[in-house]
C-alpha cells in the first residue's frame, strides 16, 4: 500500500523534472488551434497538428497539458542532451535570429548508434609504437651506428628524440584544450594557425605519410630479397670491400639487391596493401595485433642473440658484447658508400652528421599516429597524452640501449657491411627475425596507407579547397578516391627505389609538420585567451618555442636543398589555399593575436588628441542617407571609390554606417541581412573598412547616437562623408532637408569634420585617369583639412596628373599680393606643390551701391532670383500653415540676411565656374547652417553654391590642426 500510495507523487515528480513544451498559456489541448503553439524544438507543423491524433513517438514531445518550471525562459534555448551535442558539434552557423536555433533536426524512433571506441593502450600507445619502430631500426641504425659511432649516435638519437618529445608535450597540451575531430595534426594546426597554415601544412603531412609508405615497403622488399637472393628476378649488384678477416688480404664481394627488383616487388606489395585499405579500417584494426607481435618479438630475440653472440665461430666479425668494440666504436669514421650503403672509395654518397642525421630522422616519427585516430578514441584528452608521451620514451630508451649494444657486439667492419646485423645476431635464427621485420614494416606501411587518405578526407571536407572536392567522404564511409590517389604517390617514389634519398624527403614533411604543432601550442599558450584550457599541465610556451626552432635547425642540417624546397612548398600551398580558398572562421590564434595586438595598440593611443603628424583620416561613409535606391544596393557605387580617396596608399579604417528606420525589435533581421550586403559591397570594393547597421525610429536620432557612441578611444571617426542629396526638392523626400541640417548641426556638435560629395555617380573609378586640376576655394580655416585632402586626392592613380589650386576669396580693399605671398609660404613650409590664386569678391554691401551698374545682367542672376523666390514661397506656405494649427513659435525669415547669403553663395558659384569649370574636382569650404533659420532656406544656399558643377567636394574641418609645418 505504501507503495501504491506514493507512486502519483513519482511520477509528478518525473513530470516536473523533464522539460515539457514552452506554451503561451496552460490552456487543455482544445484550445490549442487557437494560438500557434511552439515547442522547445520548434513550432509545430500545422498540418501534424491537425491530425486526430500523434504516434507513440510524436507524443513524448507532445505535452500541452502538462506544465514546465521554465516557461520564465520562452524562447531560449534551454541547457539539455540536445544542446549540449549542438555545442559539442562546433557547428559555425549561429542562429540569425533568437528564434531560428530552435528548430533542431532529430531522429525519432531510432537507436543511438554506438560505435566501438578505442583506449589508450591499443588506439594510441601501439599504433604510435608500431610507426615508430619501423625499418630504420632494423636494417639501418646498426649501419648509423658504425658510420657516426656510439658517441656522436648517442648525440643523433638524443638531438630527435628530445625533438619529439618536446612536440608530444605540446601535442598533449593542444589536444586536452577539448574535443577533437578527424584529420589529427592537421585539425590541430588548422584550429590554432587558421585554415590556410592547416591546409598547406596538412598536405605536406599527407605527401609525408604518403611517401613514408614507400619507405616501409621497399625495406620490406630490401629484407625479404636479403633472406632469399634466389627471388631476384634480375641480376643483383656486386660491390668488392676490404675483406674485414684479414686486412690487405684481398677484396670480399657484397651482393645488393638490384634496383629493378626493389621496383617490381614494390609496386606489387604497394597495390596489395591499398587492396586491403579499400576494405575498410575495421579489417585493419583486425590485423594490426598479427603485425605488432613480430615487432616485438624480434626486438626481444635481437637483444637475446645480442647477449648470446660470438659463440658461433662463422660470424668472425660478431665478437659478442667486447669493452674493446665499444672503446673502437665510440668515434666516428664517416665515409663515402655507394647508393646501397656499402663503403666505397669511390662512392657517390658522403655520409656525415647532418646526412645521418636525416636518414635516422624517420625511425622517431610516429608520433602523430594516435591523434590520426582522434575521432575512434573514446577519451581524446587522456589517451593522446598518456600513449603518445609513452611511446616516445619507450623507443627513446630502445634506441640508447641500442647504440651500446651495437657499438659493442661487432667491429665496425662488419657493422657498415652487413646490412642486417639484427638478423645476423638474433637468437635462434636470422628467419624469425626477417619475417618479423618484413611483418613489421608492411604493418607501418599499411598503417600510412591507412590514415594518409583520412588525412586527405578530412582536408577535402573542410571545403577549403575547391580543387580537393573530388577526395571528399563522409565517415562513415571509406575514402575510395583519396586511398587511389595515395597509392600512385606510393608507387611513383617505390619506383624510385633508394631509401636513403627518400628518408630525408619523409624527414622535412614531418618537421614541417611538427614545427607546425609546435608553433600552435606556443601561440595559444602566449596567447592566454579564455578557450585556452588543456587539461595536460606539463607545458609551457617557451618550450613549444624551443621544440619549433629545434624543428627548423634539424631541417636545414639535414638538407639546405631539401628545407627551402619543403618551405618553398608550403609556402606555395599556403598562398594558393589563400588565393583559391573559402574563407573559414575557426576562431585560431592568429585571430585571438590581431585581438590582442589591436586592444594593447588601442590602450597605448589612449584618448588624449592625437599630434597632428600622426592624425589618421578615419571616415565615417554614411550610406543610404535620402533613400531613392533599390532595397538591395547596401551603398552607392562609387562611395566606396570615394572613401578610398580620403586614405594615404589605401591605408586606413573606414566605418559604413547605415541607418533601418523603425522598432528595433521589429527590424532586427532586416538590419543583419542588410550588414551582411554591406560587408559584402566592402569586399567587394576592396576597403579596409567595416560595417555596421543600426536600427532606430528615424535618421536624426540613429544619426546622433552614431556620432556619440561610434569607435573607441582615438580610434573614432573623425570625418563624416556623404552624397549631396541632390533629390531633396521631390515631394515624397520632404523630410531630407531637415535631415541634412540636423546631420550637419551634429557633426558641428560632436567636433567632427564633414565631407559632402556632389557629383558621385561621376566620381572616377580606380583605373580611371584624370587630367586637368584639383581646385580648392580655401575661405575658411579648417585645421588645414582641405589641403590635406587634396594631396590624398593626388596620391591616387587617378588623381596623380592633376595639379593643385589654391584659391583664396578676399574683398576688394583686402592685400590680395600679401595673402598670397603669406600662403605660398605656408603651403612651402607644408611641403605641398600648389598655384596659388587670389580672387576678389565684393562684398553684399558693395553689391547693393553698384545694383544700378549691375542691371543690364539679369540672366546671370536669374538663378539668384528663382532661389530668392522659392524661399518666399516656402515662407509663405509655412506661415499659413503655422496659423492654420496656432502655433506659438513662429519662425521669422531676416529677409536682408537670406538676400546677403544667396548673393554670396552666388558669387562663390560664379567664381567656381569661371576659374574652375575644367577642374578634374572642387573643394569649397561648407558654411554652417545658420541659426534659427528654416532648414529648406539652407538647402537653398547650398543648391546656389553647387549649381552646374560636375564633381564637388563641400569641406568642413573641426576644431583640430591635421597638418603641421614642423618636422
Known amino acids: 500500500m505504501a507503495n501504491a500510495s506514493e507512486s502519483p507523487e513519482l511520477n509528478g515528480d518525473i513530470q516536473e523534472v523533464e522539460l515539457s513544451s514552452i506554451s503561451t498559456s496552460s490552456t487543455p489541448a482544445a484550445n490549442a488551434p487557437m494560438f500557434p503553439r511552439p515547442t522547445l524544438f520548434g513550432s509545430a507543423n500545422s498540418e501534424t497538428r491537425g491530425q486526430g491524433s500523434l504516434s507513440p513517438v510524436l507524443e513524448v514531445f507532445d505535452r500541452t497539458g502538462r506544465e514546465s518550471k521554465l516557461e520564465l525562459f520562452g524562447f531560449d534555448s534551454l541547457v539539455n542532451i540536445l544542446g549540449l551535442r549542438s555545442m559539442a558539434d562546433q557547428q559555425n552557423n549561429t542562429p540569425a535570429s533568437p528564434r531560428d536555433g530552435e528548430d533542431v533536426a532529430i531522429t525519432l524512433g531510432r537507436p543511438r548508434p554506438k560505435n566501438a571506441k578505442l583506449g589508450t593502450l591499443m588506439g594510441v600507445f601501439i599504433p604510435c609504437l608500431q610507426n615508430i619502430l619501423g625499418i630504420i631500426f632494423y636494417i639501418r641504425f646498426s649501419w648509423i651506428v658504425g658510420i657516426a659511432g656510439v658517441w656522436h649516435s648517442l648525440l643523433l638519437v638524443s638531438l630527435c628524440c628530445l625533438c619529439t618529445f618536446l612536440t608530444g608535450m605540446s601535442l598533449s597540451a593542444i589536444a586536452t584544450n577539448g574535443a577533437m575531430k578527424g584529420g589529427g595534426p592537421y585539425y590541430l594546426i588548422g584550429r590554432a594557425l587558421g585554415p590556410e597554415v592547416g591546409v598547406s601544412i596538412g598536405l605536406c603531412f599527407f605527401l609525408g605519410n604518403a611517401i613514408a609508405a614507400s619507405l616501409y615497403i621497399l625495406g620490406a622488399v630490401e629484407t625479404f630479397l636479403d633472406a632469399i637472393p634466389g627471388a631476384g628476378i634480375f641480376k643483383a649488384s656486386v660491390t668488392e670491400v676490404s675483406a674485414p678477416s684479414a686486412p690487405g688480404a684481398g677484396l670480399e664481394a657484397i651482393n645488393s639487391p638490384n634496383l629493378h627488383d626493389l621496383q617490381v616487388y614494390g609496386v606489387i606489395v604497394t597495390v596489395t596493401l591499398c587492396l586491403i585499405v579499400f576494405g575498410g579500417v575495421k579489417i585493419i584494426n583486425k590485423v594490426a595485433p598479427a603485425f605488432l607481435i613480430p615487432v616485438l618479438l624480434s626486438v626481444l630475440l635481437i637483444f637475446i642473440g645480442i647477449f648470446v653472440a660470438g659463440r658461433h665461430p662463422d660470424t668472425e666479425g660478431v665478437t659478442g658484447l667486447r669493452f674493446r668494440n665499444l672503446q673502437r666504436n665510440w668515434g666516428a669514421e664517416y665515409q663515402r658508400t655507394n647508393r646501397a650503403g656499402i663503403p666505397a672509395p669511390d662512392g657517390i654518397i658522403y655520409w656525415d652528421f647532418d646526412a645521418l642525421l636525416g636518414l635516422f630522422f624517420p625511425a622517431v616519427t610516429g608520433i602523430m599516429a594516435g591523434s590520426n585516430r582522434s575521432s575512434s578514441l573514446q577519451d581524446t584528452q587522456r589517451s593522446i597524452p598518456k600513449g603518445t608521451l609513452s611511446a616516445i620514451a619507450a623507443t ?205 595598440s588601442l590602450r597605448s593611443l589612449g584618448a588624449n588628441q592625437v599630434h597632428p603628424k600622426n592624425w589618421y583620416p578615419i571616415p565615417l561613409i554614411f550610406c543610404r542617407p535620402w533613400g531613392k535606391m533599390p532595397q538591395d544596393v547596401p551603398c552607392h557605387p562609387k562611395l566606396a571609390d570615394f572613401a578610398n580617396c580620403m586614405k594615404k596608399k589605401g591605408r586606413g579604417m573606414s566605418i559604413f554606417v547605415s541607418i533601418v528606420e523603425g522598432n528595433y525589435r521589429e527590424n532586427a533581421e532586416e538590419a543583419r541581412n542588410v550588414c551582411k550586403r554591406l560587408t559584402t559591397y566592402i569586399d567587394y570594393k576592396d576597403c579596409e573598412g567595416v560595417a555596421e547597421v543600426i536600427v532606430a525610429k528615424d535618421i536624426r536620432e540613429g544619426f546622433r547616437g552614431v556620432v556619440q557612441t561610434m569607435g573607441l578611444g582615438n580610434l573614432k571617426p573623425n570625418i563624416v562623408a556623404m552624397r549631396y542629396p541632390e533629390i531633396w526638392r521631390e515631394d515624397n523626400l520632404a523630410s531630407i532637408p531637415e535631415n541634412f541640417v540636423s546631420i550637419i548641426d551634429d557633426c558641428i556638435t560632436a567636433n567632427k569634420a564633414v565631407v559632402i560629395v556632389k557629383g558621385l555617380d561621376e566620381w572616377p573609378g580606380e583605373f580611371q585617369k584624370q587630367y586637368g586640376t584639383i581646385d580648392l576655394y580655401w575661405i575658411v580655416r579648417d585645421g588645414g583639412l582641405m589641403l590635406l585632402l587634396s594631396q590624398l586626392l593626388r596620391a591616387k592613380d587617378s588623381f596623380e596628373n592633376c595639379k593643385i589650386q589654391v584659391f583664396c576669396i578676399s574683398e576688394e580693399d583686402t592685400e590680395a599680393e600679401e595673402l598670397k605671398a603669406d600662403i605660398r609660404k605656408f603651403l612651402y613650409d607644408l611641403r605641398m606643390q600648389a598655384d596659388v590664386i587670389v580672387v576678389t569678391m565684393k562684398s553684399w554691401e558693395a553689391h547693393q551701391e553698384d545694383q544700378e551698374a549691375e542691371a543690364g545682367r539679369e540672366d546671370a542672376m536669374e538663378a539668384f532670383s528663382k532661389a530668392r523666390k522659392r524661399i518666399a514661397l516656402q515662407a509663405a506656405e509655412l506661415k499659413r500653415s503655422e496659423r492654420r494649427e496656432q502655433v506659438r513659435d513662429v519662425v521669422v525669415l531676416n529677409e536682408q540676411q537670406v538676400d546677403k547669403f544667396l548673393y554670396t553663395t552666388f558669387k562663390l558659384n560664379s567664381i567656381i565656374l569661371k576659374y574652375s569649370r575644367m577642374a578634374a574636382v572642387v573643394l569649397v569650404s561648407l558654411p554652417p547652417p545658420p541659426p534659427n533659420s528654416p532648414a529648406y532656406v539652407f538647402m537653398e544656399y547650398l543648391d546656389l553654391l553647387v549649381d552646374s558643377i560636375p564633381r564637388l567636394l563641400i569641406v568642413r574641418g573641426y576644431r583640430k590642426d591635421v597638418v603641421t609645418i614642423f618636422t
Open 396 to 600: 627513446t630508451a630502445l634506441y640508447l640501449i641500442s647504440v651500446f649494444m651495437f657499438g659493442a657486439v661487432a667491429t665496425r667492419e662488419e657493422i657498415l657491411t652487413n646490412r642486417l646485423l639484427t638478423a645476423t645476431v638474433a637468437w635462434p635464427v636470422p628467419a624469425v627475425v626477417q619475417i618479423g621485420i618484413i611483418l613489421s614494416t608492411l604493418g607501418a606501411a599499411l598503417q600510412s596507407l591507412t590514415g594518409a587518405p583520412r588525412l586527405l578526407a578530412a582536408i577535402a571536407n573542410d571545403d577549403i579547397l575547391p580543387i580537393l572536392k573530388y577526395f571528399r567522404a563522409p565517415d562513415t564511409m571509406e575514402p575510395h578516391l583519396a586511398t587511389l590517389f595515395t597509392m600512385l604517390i606510393c608507387a611513383g617514389c617505390v619506383i624510385i627505389g633508394n631509401l636513403d634519398l627518400i628518408s630525408p624527403v619523409i624527414t622535412m614533411f614531418f618537421l614541417l609538420c611538427y614545427g607546425g604543432v609546435n608553433l600552435s601550442c606556443f601561440l595559444l599558450d602566449l596567447l592566454d585567451a579564455p578557450s585556452w584550457r588543456p587539461r595536460w599541465k606539463f607545458h609551457h610556451w617557451s618550450l613549444s618555442l624551443i621544440a619549433a626552432l629545434l624543428c627548423i635547425v634539424i631541417m636545414f642540417l639535414i638538407s639546405w636543398t631539401f628545407t627551402v624546397v619543403s618551405l618553398a612548398l608550403a609556402s606555395l600551398l599556403y598562398y594558393y589555399v589563400s588565393i583559391k580558398g573559402k574563407a573559414g572562421d575557426w576562431g585560431d590564434g592568429f585571430k585571438s593575436a590581431y585581438f590582442q595586438l589591436a586592444l594593447r
